[in-house]
T-cell receptor, first 110, second 112 residues
Framework: GQNIDQPTEMTATEGAIVQINCTYQTSGFNGLFWYQQHAGEAPTFLSYNVLDGLEEKGRFSSFLSRSKGYSYLLLKELQMKDSASYLCAVTTDSWGKLQFGAGTQVVVTP | DSGVTQTPKHLITATGQRVTLRCSPRSGDLSVYWYQQSLDQGLQFLIQYYNGEERAKGNILERFSAQQFPDLHSELNLSSLELGDSALYFC???????????FGPGTRLTVT
């Protein structure tokens, strides 16, 4: 079957750095996406990795190792508004359907 | 605002009924995806259309169907509704397949 695992919850202090890990075991791999979702709202796109390595976008960076089936999302200089669920999602074919992990709830404290 | 619109925002209906959810993709996007999000199941892929053609199906129940029209808007039809169908239904669109998807605000369906 398909397995995408990420921690359920992480807590960090405002201004700190948090790293959210995602491991996947899927039949096929086309790309890995990270989305942010505030409660009751739509997921918003954060990053996309298809090749191994680090992609940086402002305060957010995402890393992929295809051989290890592993990715992480790094959130720097945490702000209170970063409190949200972070969803790791994998596409396994060229059609693009997303298979999501259960999400990691990040709680930022003052 | 992602540019994807969904109507209605909220829907409350009784078991056994049928509802239609509507989605308009971002301008220029050809691919439309439907997802269901419930508390116990997380975000689950239902079905995908590309330029009017069905491309991929997830664990979509036979009671559910969808289509994409020539103007690229899409509708998701849910029939013989059960309590367990209560969920947030999201539509997403992308310019091509396997590109980043942009999600609409969702339709919250409550079946009583």
């Amino acid at each position: 079957g398909q397995n995408i695992d990420q921690p359920t919850e992480m807590t960090a202090t405002e201004g700190a750095i948090v790293q959210i890990n995602c491991t996947y075991q899927t039949s096929g791999f086309n790309g890995l996406f990270w989305y942010q979702q505030h409660a009751g709202e739509a997921p918003t796109f954060l990053s996309y990795n298809v090749l191994d390595g680090l992609e940086e976008k402002g305060r957010f960076s995402s890393f992929l190792s295809r051989s290890k089936g592993y990715s992480y999302l790094l959130l720097k200089e945490l702000q209170m508004k970063d409190s949200a669920s972070y969803l790791c999602a994998v596409t396994t074919d060229s059609w693009g359907k997303l298979q999501f992990g259960a999400g990691t709830q990040v709680v930022v404290t003052p | 605002d992602s540019g994807v619109t969904q109507t209605p925002k909220h829907l409350i209906t009784a078991t056994g009924q049928r509802v239609t959810l509507r989605c308009s993709p971002r301008s220029g996007d050809l691919s439309v995806y439907w997802y269901q999000q419930s508390l116990d199941q997380g975000l689950q892929f239902l079905i995908q259309y590309y330029n009017g053609e069905e491309r991929a199906k997830g664990n979509i129940l036979e009671r559910f169907s969808a289509q994409q029209f020539p103007d690229l808007h899409s509708e998701l039809n849910l029939s013989s509704l059960e309590l367990g169908d209560s969920a947030l239904y999201f539509c997403a669109s992308s310019v091509e397949e396997d590109y980043e998807q942009y999600f609409g605000p969702g339709t919250r369906l409550t079946v009583t």
